[in-house]
Each structure stands twice: as C-alpha cells, then as structure tokens.
T-cell receptor, first 111, second 112 residues
Framework: QQQVKQSPQSLIVQKGGISIINCAYENTAFDYFPWYQQFPGKGPALLIAIRPDVSEKKEGRFTISFNKSAKQFSLHIMDSQPGDSATYFCAPHSNTGKLIFGQGTTLQVKP | ETGVTQSPTHLIKTRGQQVTLRCSSQSGHNTVSWYQQALGQGPQFIFQYYREEENGRGNFPPRFSGLQFPNYSSELNVNALELDDSALYLC???????????FGSGTQLSVL
C-alpha cells in the first residue's frame, strides 16, 4: 500500500466548488491510472481513468491530470454536488494484473 | 446484462472457523479478482483467477484460497479465521484480465 499515497484524507467542499484529490505513486511500471468512487455499502465503481501517454482527460465534470515525471495524478471534480459525497480511491494498475489502491479520500459536499 | 453479484451480503463467524464467499461475474467476463477492504482503508488485492487458474496473488497467507468454475463464477475460502480477517470482501470481474474492473457490493465478514 505504501506504493500509492493519496491526499487529502478528507475534504469538505461547498456545492458548486471544485474538489481536488491527489495521488502519488512510486512504481514506474504502472500502466493505467483510474479513480474509483465508493458509496457506503457498495463496492468501488470506476469513475474515470487515464493512460500514461496522455496528460489530461475530461469526462463531464470530472478531469484527471497526469504528471508522469512527478509520478502524480489528480482528480478534479468541477461544480461539486451533494451527490458526489463519497470516498474516492486512486488505484493504479500494475503489470502484474492488480490494482494498488490508495488509502481513500472522503469527500463531503455541503448544500 | 447482469452485474457482479456476491453472496452472502453479511456473515458472522467465530475465530478458527472456515468461511466460503461466492461471486458471480458480470456476463461475458472471464476474469475474477478478490480484494479485502478493512474499515477505513483501500481494498487490498488477494488474488485473481483467469479461466479457472490462479493468475496472480497478493500478500495473503495460504489459508486464503480460491476457485473459479467453468461458468467463471468464483469462491473465496478462508480457513482458521482470525479477528483481523474482519473486513469487506470484494469481488471484481473483467474481460481477459483487462484493467477495467467491475466490483460487486461485497460480503461484510465479522469474526468474533
């Protein structure tokens, strides 16, 4: 688990604000960089992902920014909504076939 | 198309007992992975099965074992349960080991 460090641990944002979650990794063999969203009582669900040959990917209100040289990638949630309140995990994929999850960030969006 | 289903949803066992958790993969998916998620932590990889063969294992002792059936459903078996085995056990399926995993809602195991 030390291979992936996620920050912050928790985040409170006002409705309409921008939520930013960061992930730092060590293993340069990672080849796929997803973010998962998990609601209480549910399993993680793939939210958005990026490959290392691209620096940014946007899907609706969600954007991933990827910095290969710094070994970091981040999730930006624009116009955050109360329904976005959940736990978010970065989970880079290793060439051994497994996802390495970060510790998680609990996001609360206040109305 | 059905998603990943796991059973049971909750389970209470006593230390030293054995448990079997079950998972049905998403339609068309031939790869199943199991993860353990302790409270307040990210999921940790246990092992992966591809076409009925173990295809990668995380840092878990041999008392964690698995099986995949011809219909690609899977079982996770844990022997000699310990208190620290209390966690949410997640099953995820994918096609041909693809990195896009689809998770079930998990089995919450409590060991007393």
């Amino acid at each position: 688990q030390q291979q992936v460090k996620q920050s912050p641990q928790s985040l409170i944002v006002q409705k309409g604000g921008i939520s930013i979650i960061n992930c730092a990794y060590e293993n340069t063999a990672f080849d796929y960089f997803p973010w998962y969203q998990q609601f209480p009582g549910k399993g993680p669900a793939l939210l958005i992902a990026i490959r290392p040959d691209v620096s940014e990917k946007k899907e609706g209100r969600f954007t991933i920014s990827f910095n290969k040289s710094a070994k970091q990638f981040s999730l930006h949630i624009m116009d955050s909504q109360p329904g976005d309140s959940a736990t978010y995990f970065c989970a880079p994929h290793s060439n051994t076939g497994k996802l390495i999850f970060g510790q998680g960030t609990t996001l609360q969006v206040k109305p | 198309e059905t998603g990943v289903t796991q059973s049971p949803t909750h389970l209470i066992k006593t230390r030293g007992q054995q448990v079997t958790l079950r998972c049905s993969s998403q339609s068309g998916h031939n790869t199943v992975s199991w993860y353990q998620q302790a409270l307040g932590q990210g999921p940790q990889f246990i092992f992966q099965y591809y076409r009925e063969e173990e295809n990668g294992r995380g840092n878990f002792p041999p008392r964690f074992s698995g099986l995949q059936f011809p219909n690609y459903s899977s079982e996770l078996n844990v022997n000699a349960l310990e208190l620290d085995d209390s966690a949410l056990y997640l099953c995820a399926s994918s096609l041909n080991g693809n990195e896009k995993l689809f998770f079930g809602s998990g089995t919450q195991l409590s060991v007393l």
